[in-house]
């Protein structure tokens, strides 16, 4: 059995992408596959398997030597299983840059595209049979498309993106700003969570000037609800970094609406970076950033010490 998986802290792109590859596996390649997590889905994942009655992966904490596997949404070893180098990976799928550091049995498919979303990729992959795949196949792509390119927000998304999202929409009856608003409306519902679970919801990890940072990003259509919380957030800083051998951790609370991101400024370190890489001058405790949505194109590439 094949187990697909995506990286840990899973989204929305990272919980689906996993279910949409496993049914092509097993329907299409008529190769037995199940797909599994690592770790519990954000709000917004939560609600895209309620939405079209999917059952939760399970959830893995390692793999063992000789496991077939395919990784889709990561090819970063930091956000994989410690044991991915004794499993046998099979197949990459992914939208992000190359890191390097995975190392396989025999030569594999790697597919690594300049789109918003893994789906995306999966939809071009998957060829004719798209058109065969049930509602809910379709279903999950598009939820992942959306979520990733924050209904075509974001600057990762690409006219491709767009077209089969629409093109998915089309087929399913669905209308993209009502379905969008329910989706972001999940995903902005966290009021059932601890502060190091939001700390640790969706962050990756980043070395910069000799220090780890954990660059954290929550996406919310009500930013006000994570701004009043900035106190405590900040006080679990420290503990979330030092239980992931971190250094710093960045906070960034994207306004999906206002296209904004508010980093959080817990203190000189974090100050520095943000006057340094976004060229604004940081007077409190947060600093507004405009336009600033994308951790993969505007928040990772820009951040200097």
Partial sequence: MIKVFGHTAPDTDSTGSPIVWAWYLNEVRKTPAEAVLQGEPNTEAAWMLSRWDLPKPAMISDVAAGDKCVI?????????????????????????????????????????????????????????????????????????????????????????????????AAELGIDIPEYAAEMFAAKSDVSAFADDALLKMDSKEYELGGKQLR???????????????????????????????????????????????TLLVPNEFV???????????????TVVLPGVVSRKKQIIPVLAV
């Fill in 72 to 168: 889709v949404d990561t090819n970063n070893p930091a956000e994989l299983p410690a044991s991915i180098n004794d499993a046998d990976v099979l197949e990459i799928i992914d939208h992000h840059m190359l890191v390097g550091g995975i190392k396989t049995r025999s030569p594999i498919n790697i597919t690594i595209r300049p789109l918003a979303c893994t789906a995306t990729i999966m939809h071009d992959l998957m060829g004719d049979a798209v058109a065969g795949a049930p509602d809910w196949v379709k279903g999950a792509m598009l939820t992942c498309i959306l979520s990733d390119t924050l209904e075509f927000r974001s600057p990762t998304t690409t006219d491709h993106d767009r077209a089969v999202a629409e093109k998915l």
């Fill in 215 to 261: 660059v954290s990003v929550l996406e919310t259509t009500a930013p006000q609800v994570l701004l009043d919380r900035k106190d405590s957030l900040m006080a679990a800083m420290p503990g979330v970094a030092a239980a992931d051998g971190a250094d710093e951790v960045l906070l960034f609370i994207v306004d999906i609406l206002r296209e904004e991101a």
């Fill in 271 to 285: 100050k520095s970076v943000a006057e340094r890489s976004f060229g604004v001058t940081v007077t409190g405790d």
